[in-house]
């Protein structure tokens, strides 16, 4: 009985083993068949995406290791990184010729990376320059074309204001920005890059070399590399902001030696406050100085720092009287003070890593804009956030430990994540300030305010909940195990801007002139500043969460003086 048995067993195993290998060589087989037909027959109808182009952009990326954990569950990462709008668009250069079938899959894969390395990689490249059928100046647009010119010096070509828009750059956007603060000229380089100003640059070159395409307007030309696509402008587009106005700075006394001072100076009679402004913004300066029938123009100096005004009945007088004085009226005008707006990365290795390490909501990305316009140097961030890279903030997608940057941005705790670090400024804000802060950026993203509802529904007192317990234990963690700290108050950097500025530049071993300086509190909101009415109650505590934020408060307030630091402002302590 026990010897058929086992042939029966001996012959099963057999066929399994045959059925396993006719299964693999029919599929096989087939395969092969298929892509044979689908080298004689042409496909017909348009072309469909590939499975690989419908993957999302964050898991594609994660498995070719551009992308970790760390970055897809950190709270600060763009949602537009995330969903990778624009990373799978068509690529600029023309497709190549011939058919979809001799593109194979590996060949798109090769082409997704390029693609993707280049869009988040590829800062010192620029962007790709368009094929045969390069774009055109923007034919909709009311300004007019001037043509392409060099900006490959030293200095700008247009020395005016500068603004980024890696993302949504368009030539409209860029002339609206311009003539907000009443340029002529905008200039538009390397597909995202605006600038401005009121002298047309000298050295033209041919059309052709302004050959890339604008990053939000497919079609129209955005210069090149080192090239700019000039426009006039003629005036603002429809439904753009307004055009912003002259302010008055107050009433201040003359420096001893006005012509050595002011570099520019308009005299005539019958000069008044629109004619000295127009005049200074012409010539792009930020300051109308006015004095009877004198029109000075100039930039903020430690001889002119606009830091003692006086009162103002002494510029009251007639132009006649106030000519005979010692005393000026100061406008500000709708021009940027450029002095301070150029910024690279480090041309060496910092020897020293240093973090700006703050909770959210605590003023970082203002401090880095201090910082990067102070020093010349970008900020990197432990984070990636597409918002804050496709604005200007260019250090934001360079490798946090790459040590490229002055100082890297962190809103870590605890020893691990503090001990990578030789040194850090701990910047402290009001936990009430904060909380808000962070909330409405949760909530609305970074300029905007959350509705109504948000402060309604359970969602803030569960917010203030963790979050207030964190406020304590991030400012805990750094006075423990931070090996060197510069601690810094927000209140205490917003109230004494220059003085706490010039602290921290020390700090990061940079040395920054005075006039720099001055030209960083001339432009010191930047642009991401919450503007207009708070749309909800100024005050969204209940008590509870007073008590126990007030704790928190004198929780860090004690462990400040017991490091021997000062203690927290008296605006902090309790309400």
């Not at 696509?229 to 902001?241: A, F, M, N, T």
């Not at 050595?260 to 930020?286: R, W, Y």
């Not at 203030?464 to 108050?489: E, F, I, M, P, T």
């Amino acid at each position: 009985m026990a010897k058929p048995f086992f042939r029966l067993q001996k012959f099963l195993r057999r066929t399994q083993f045959l059925l396993f290998f006719l299964t693999a060589a029919y599929l096989m087989t087939g395969s092969l068949l298929l892509l044979q037909r689908a080298r004689v027959a042409l496909p017909q109808g348009p072309r469909v995406p590939s499975p690989l182009q419908a993957l999302p952009v964050a898991a594609v990326a994660l498995g070719m290791g551009l992308l970790d954990s760390r970055t897809l569950h950190d709270p600060h990462v763009s949602q537009e990184l995330l969903l990778g709008v624009d990373v799978l668009r068509s690529p600029l250069a023309r497709p190549r010729p011939g058919p979809r079938w001799l593109r194979s899959r590996n060949s798109e894969l090769r082409q997704l990376r390029r693609r993707w390395f280049h869009h988040f990689m590829g800062d010192t490249q620029g962007p790709p320059a368009l094929g045969p059928e390069a774009p055109r100046p923007a034919t909709h647009s009311q300004g007019t074309y001037i043509g392409c010119f060099s900006d490959g010096g030293q200095e700008r070509t247009l020395k005016g204001a500068v603004f980024y828009d890696l993302r949504k750059m368009t030539v409209s956007h860029c002339q609206d920005a311009c003539a907000e603060r009443s340029y002529i000229y905008a200039g538009l380089e390397a597909g995202a890059e605006c600038y401005c100003g009121n002298r047309l640059p000298a050295m033209s070159v041919r059309l052709e070399e302004c050959n890339h395409e604008c990053k939000g307007e497919k079609g129209s030309v955005c210069g090149g590399v080192d090239r700019l696509s000039v426009y006039r402008v003629q005036e603002l587009q429809p439904g753009s902001r307004k055009r912003r106005t002259v302010t008055y700075r107050g009433c201040f006394r003359l420096p001893e030696n006005v012509t050595h001072t002011f570099p520019d100076s308009l005299i005539q009679a019958n000069v008044t406050v629109d004619t000295c402004t127009g005049f200074c913004s012409q010539k792009e300066f930020p300051l109308a100085i006015l004095r009877g029938w004198e029109c000075y123009c100039a930039y903020p100096t430690p001889q002119f720092n606009l830091r003692d005004a006086v009162d103002g009945s002494l510029c009251s007088q007639e132009p006649e009287i106030q000519q005979l004085g010692g005393y000026c009226e100061v406008y500000q005008t709708p021009v940027q003070d450029t002095r301070c707006t150029d910024r690279k990365f480090l041309p060496t290795k910092s020897k020293v890593f240093v973090a700006l390490s703050s909770f959210p909501g605590a003023g970082n990305t203002w401090a880095r804009h201090l910082i990067e316009h102070a020093t010349g140097f970008y900020t990197g961030s432990y984070y990636f956030d597409g918002t804050l890279y496709n604005k200007g903030f260019k250090g934001e997608k360079d490798h946090w430990r790459s040590r490229r940057t002055i100082c890297v941005k962190t809103h870590e705790s605890g020893r691990r994540e503090i001990e990578m670090f030789d040194s850090a400024i701990l910047l402290i804000r009001n936990p009430y300030r904060s909380l808000v802060a962070e909330f409405n950026r949760k909530c609305a993203g970074h300029l905007g305010y959350a509705a109504d509802r948000n402060w309604k529904s359970k969602e803030w007192p569960d917010f203030v909940n963790s979050y207030a317990s964190w406020w304590s234990s991030h400012v805990l963690d750094w006075l423990k195990y931070g090996k060197r700290l510069l601690v810094v108050h927000y209140e205490e950097l917003r109230r004494s801007l220059v003085p706490t500025l010039r602290e921290m530049v020390a700090f990061l071993n940079v040395s920054v002139s005075e006039e720099r300086l001055l030209c960083v509190e001339n432009n010191k909101e930047g642009s991401f500043r919450r503007r207009g009415r708070r749309p909800h109650d100024p005050e969204p505590f209940t008590p509870e969460m007073k008590d126990l934020i007030n704790g928190y408060i004198r929780t860090v307030d004690k462990a400040l003086r017991d490091h021997n630091w000062a203690g927290l402002p008296r605006e902090y302590v309790p309400r």
